[in-house]
């Protein structure tokens, strides 16, 4: 289709991030921030489940009571590449109550201006170049032939690092630092206000002859760019064979540079009797500046041995993310480019994050074998937010059941295989979604490998996700599709 309705990019930096939704066209709040990264090549490899696991630096990312049984000084340094894809396929479906709504929208008629003001059936009498484009079916709704547009974009994580000391035999500490690039996009060129087909976006009265009812139709777009860094320390303690303790704290602060904007490109008059006419107008509002964020996040955990069984727990305590913003603010009114009027304004954004947990068992079914699964339970459903600004169309998020689960061999000296799968419902809801209790699911599968040295050990995992899902109007069907790609490796020096 040659023009289509909706250009959204919305991407959370973070695999393990609590994933905003796209909707019609959402403000700034914490869209890129959220979460933790998975920056432990062995943990991914085997789905990211690794709570039961001790012995290993990599238990810094995970359970602290990991850290201990480490006899050696350890120093990792690692790094990730992602390659993403995205793609939406918006849907606007006829109408006889519509009437040449969908045509306008789907881009099968693009309006003249000759006939601007006009209703639907003078421009279809009188306009000469009045012509359809045809539509294309029988296509699969989240594949590349239906797509409006598809995005792909890569990113490298730099070289980070971490270390772990042994203090006594019974007592470790371990502490990393990492940092992250934020990037988040979103775009939809048929922002409209009020929405014909989701009441949530304001919904529209009956129109009629004396009453016409006005859509203004908006090019929206939002991007963030910035760095986030992540300080990562950790002590653990053996108090016997069987038990293990430990605790960490991560110290998240970070930048951004923000800008989000509505190009208005028309109106949209319902005359009644299933008549429209169309009005280019030309408007444009931009708010543009940065945001700080910081949080400090504290975590405890245990694990117990029993026979070949590791059990672990993660106890996640209730943290807060801050953002403090500011921008300025320029609408300008056209076509009288000179009418500009500028403001400018700062706030400060929380989100209280609940305490969440995790559950983990692994089990050594031989020497040369391992079996584990991750459960986290993540009540961000729960949270509490606060705006330095009103956003009336805010929607909150919904509870998260993450599974992870891996297998781990050992297929010769000093190298193992690995493969994992990841369940992750998203926090949040897609417009119009009949289910209500958890969000749409993202999989994961991934495979790695491990090759011990005389030196340390070398770790590379590959990792494919993959989420489809859809936003459901009266007027429109969304189809979006997430799909990623990612490397990541990391080299571990004994000494």
């Not at 006594?168 to 939809?188: C, L, Q, R």
């Not at 590791?310 to 500011?326: A, M």
């Not at 076509?335 to 068992?361: A, E, H």
Request: charged share 20%.
């Amino acid at each position: 289709m040659k023009m289509k309705i909706s250009y959204i990019l919305k991407m959370i930096i973070f695999s393990s991030a609590v994933m905003f939704a796209q909707h019609r066209g959402d403000q700034f709040f914490m869209q890129g921030v959220t979460g933790t990264p998975e920056v432990s090549a062995r943990a991914l490899a085997r789905g990211g489940a690794f709570s039961a696991d001790y012995g290993d630096i990599n238990a810094l990312f995970y359970n602290p009571a990991g850290l201990s049984d480490i006899k050696d000084n350890k120093i990792m340094i690692f790094a990730n590449r992602d390659f993403s894809l995205i793609r939406e396929n918006q849907d606007y479906r006829p109408s006889t109550y519509m009437g040449m709504l969908s045509l306008y929208l789907e881009g099968y008629y693009v309006p003249n201006p000759k006939y601007s003001g006009g209703d639907d059936m003078t421009i279809v009498q009188n306009d000469s170049t009045w012509a359809l484009t045809d539509p294309k079916f029988g296509q699969d709704p989240y594949s590349k032939e239906a797509a409006a547009w598809q995005k792909t974009y890569s990113k490298i994580m730099p070289i980070n690092a971490a270390i772990a000391i042994p203090i006594t035999n019974d007592i470790s500490i371990a502490a990393s630092y990492f940092k992250n690039p934020i990037f988040d996009y979103d775009g939809n060129i048929t922002y409209l206000t009020p929405h014909p087909g989701y009441s949530f976006y304001n919904p529209l009265s009956q129109a009629n002859s004396l009453n016409p009812i006005s859509m203004q139709w908006y090019r929206f777009s939002r991007l963030r760019t910035g760095d986030m860094q992540t300080i990562t320390a950790g002590l653990s303690y053996k108090i016997d064979n069987d038990i293990r303790i430990g605790v960490k704290g991560n110290y998240i602060t970070g930048k951004s540079d923000d800008c989000i904007g509505l190009n208005k490109f028309g109106v949209l008059d319902l005359l009644g009797g299933n008549s429209f006419g169309f009005t280019y107008e030309k408007f444009k509002d931009t708010s543009y500046g940065t945001s700080k964020y910081k949080s400090l996040q504290l975590s405890a955990g245990a694990i117990y041995t029993i026979n070949n069984f590791n059990l672990g727990i993660i106890i996640n305590i209730p943290y807060t993310i801050q953002r403090d913003w500011e921008n300025t603010r320029k609408v300008n009114w056209r076509p009288n480019r000179d009418s500009i009027i500028t403001s400018s304004l700062t706030g400060v954004d929380k989100m209280k994050v609940p305490l969440s947990y995790t559950f983990g068992v692994k089990f050594n079914a031989k020497k040369s074998v391992a079996i584990a699964l991750d459960i986290d339970y993540k009540p961000v459903g729960d949270a509490a937010y606060e705006f330095g600004k009103v956003d009336t169309f805010f929607q909150s998020m919904v509870n998260q059941v993450i599974i992870r689960t891996g297998i781990e061999v050992t297929v010769s000296k000093g190298i193992n295989v690995s493969l994992g799968y990841r369940n992750t419902p998203e926090a949040f809801l897609p417009d119009g979604a009949a289910v209500k209790d958890h969000g749409p699911i993202t999989t994961s599968y991934t495979i790695g490998a491990s090759y011990n040295t005389w030196l340390g050990r070398v770790d590379a995992v590959y990792e494919f996700s993959k989420l489809k899902y859809y936003d459901s109007y009266y007027t429109n069907t969304n189809y979006n599709t997430l799909l990623n790609d990612k490397f990541s490796v990391s080299y571990l020096l004994t000494f």
